[in-house]
């Protein structure tokens, strides 16, 4: 870093900016992607299927004038369940704590009362700058892409939301993601870095372990089951007597699901189907932890644990 001097009056550095961001949209609007595109690398589950995000997963990213961190937050719903109710309250919290919210919309779909109804609720939260981000733009062409950025400009004015910039990006093609990074940081407060350089996530290591093993489980899985699963890692403990140049990490969990009947899906024939599941969740948690591990995967039935606050709690909610 170079010293402000009477000579050299521009090497007066900026000052460094860290703060958090949000992004908000509804299900499947892209938001776990592009956190993963700005951190690059993954820390937020991905799917097809809506509503998979279910932690607070935090992804950081670290750049020399500005430390970004993502809350990555569950989409915001018409709660049916307990867990519904909560799943919104902490969206909620999210959205008043944050120093930007990126609004995300999917360029290849019109705008819908989903839509309509979160940016209603951000456009209550009047300190908060919001950015829109129209998301997915590799898959429309120009005109479609111009529509819906005007589309979303409508949408501010008719709500009163003052877009602070209304900006497209393609997480899967890597369009503008890193303009994106480039326009939050100034909205950010002046602050040193809050966390170490080199921290991706502060999501603890079993709750993201966990977070890969349902992401497995989901794949493939239709209608109602994609909300009945939730996983529960028990212990991660380093095998014994293992020479130093071969570790191995034992890693037990529960995939839980609500009913018996569900048993037969997730286990498949002949077990194949959790096999599946175990072997592809493993690649991705050796991937991030970095260590040969040894996954023992069991089915369990929580009877109703959506409704039941008690269950609820036990399985980290
Ligand atoms: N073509 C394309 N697909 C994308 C892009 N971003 C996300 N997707 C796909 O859109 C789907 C949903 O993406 P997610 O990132 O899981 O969406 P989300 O908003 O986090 O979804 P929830 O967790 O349900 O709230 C996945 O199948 C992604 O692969 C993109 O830039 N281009």
Redo the contacts with the bound molecule.
Sequence with gaps: MSARTPENPAADPAPHRAGFACFV?R????????TNALVGTKV?I????????RHTVRGIVHRPDAQLILV?T??LHKPRTLLGERLNDVVRTTWAEVDVIGF?V?ADQKLGPGDKFIAKELAGIKKTPKIAIV?????VGPKQLREQLLAIDELGRELGIAWAEIVP?????DEQVSLLADLIAPMLPESPPLYPEGDLTDEPEMVMVAELIREAALEGVRDELPHSIAVVVEEMIPREDRPADRPLLDIHANVYIERPSQKGIIIGPKGQRLKDVGMKSRKQIEALLGTPVYLDLHVKVAKDWQRDPKQLRKLGF
């Design positions: 949209g299900p499947n609007a892209g938001k776990s992607t592009l937020a991905t799917s097809s299927r809506p509503q998979t995000t990555d569950p989409g995300c999917p998301t997915k733009t590799d898959l990006v393609s997480a899967v093609g």
